[in-house]
């Protein structure tokens, strides 16, 4: 019945409406407990209506337009008129430069928030974790400081697609109609699955994509060519800075995913990267007093809920030490 009455509203709001679907829109409209029913259904409908999608390129080209045209219509009246008599209006050109800027601040505008309207985004902080059940029966475990955004109005096509900005561990489920499932960290980065199980790393220092298992493809971009990569079971691939893929295999894919429970596993991992792991997962800047301290390595597995813990147990096994200066911590020798 739900569904019958948003098919009729929908054909209501596009006009399309038969005079028996117009009257029973109205009648169900009338009723006050259906406001927040209506809004709902009104924000799906115009997500997918394209009508309200923006085309900054035609609207700008007809405020163009017009405005060549008003100016051309100034000269002719101008010429039309003797030189003694001609008058220019610097509050006319200054309305046309006003109604410019306008519509280029509504194009803008509607484009910046046509991702809030499209997709809902989920958010952990520092030091925290979090777990999120997709509609399609997936679910995601998302580290800290990390960002997901999903389709706020479901999964619609042939492809589910949710954007990573951060770490998480992807179980995916398969659909009946093998509905592929897409996480892309950029323009250039993407993992393509059906029904599986992985880990995805996507931070500014670096790309990683861990597969427990399943079957998997990497789409991404090397130079101006397309390229592709499928995973096996324990397969751990690592973006390079060049834009190539190194692929290692065999590996113990349950180690990139020890953070779910705040495990930090270090295997001849150096004090420099340690460095890093801590201010993306607590927010806190390290600040290493020498090169030879930075190389230093630690191997080890640490369960941990915080910067100071972990830091502590670090500066014991290595003999260094730490304090904090404001609002970082500084690493020295002991």
């Known amino acids: 019945m739900e569904e019958s009455l948003k098919h009729i509203l929908f054909e209501y709001l596009s006009g399309r409406a038969n005079p028996l679907e117009r009257q029973l829109a109205e009648d169900w409209l009338k009723n006050t407990e259906n406001t927040e029913v209506f809004h709902q259904w009104l924000l799906e409908w115009e997500t997918r209506s394209p009508q309200f999608i923006p085309d900054q390129e035609k609207a700008m080209n007809r405020l163009l337009e017009r405005i060549n045209q008003d100016n051309q219509d100034l000269n002719t009246e101008s010429e039309n008129e003797s030189s003694s008599d001609i008058s220019f209006n610097p509050l006319q050109i200054q309305k046309y430069w006003l109604i410019a800027a306008s519509v280029l601040l509504l194009v803008c505008w509607g484009w910046l928030s046509r991702d809030l309207l499209l997709y809902k985004t989920f958010e952990t902080g520092y030091g925290k974790t979090t777990q999120i059940y997709l509609e399609d029966g997936s679910s995601v475990a998302l580290n800290a400081n990390s960002r997901l955004k999903i389709p706020r109005f479901g999964f619609y096509g042939d492809v589910r697609n949710v954007i990573l900005d951060g ?149 014991e096994v290595l003999d260094l030490r730490v304090e904090t200066a404001g609002n970082s911590i500084l690493i020295t020798e002991n």
């Open 167 to 315: 770490e998480a561990e992807f179980s995916v489920s398969h659909t009946i109609d093998h509905k592929r499932f897409v996480v892309k960290t950029s323009d250039t980065f993407q993992v393509e699955v059906l029904g599986t199980q992985f880990s995805v790393f996507a931070r500014p220092r670096g790309t990683k994509v861990a597969l427990s298992r399943g079957k998997i493809r990497i789409d991404y971009a090397q130079g101006n060519e397309k390229q592709q990569l499928l995973m096996k079971p324990g397969d751990l691939v690592t973006l390079e800075k060049t834009g190539e893929l190194k692929l290692t295999s065999e590996t113990d894919i349950k180690n990139n995913s020890a953070w779910k429970e705040q495990r930090f596993i270090f295997n001849a991992t150096s004090v420099m990267e340690i460095s890093a792991m801590i201010n993306e997962n607590f927010g806190r800047k390290i600040i290493i007093a020498n090169e030879k301290i930075a190389r230093r390595t630690i191997t080890g597995n640490f369960k941990t809920e915080s910067a100071d813990e972990l830091l502590k147990t670090i500066s």
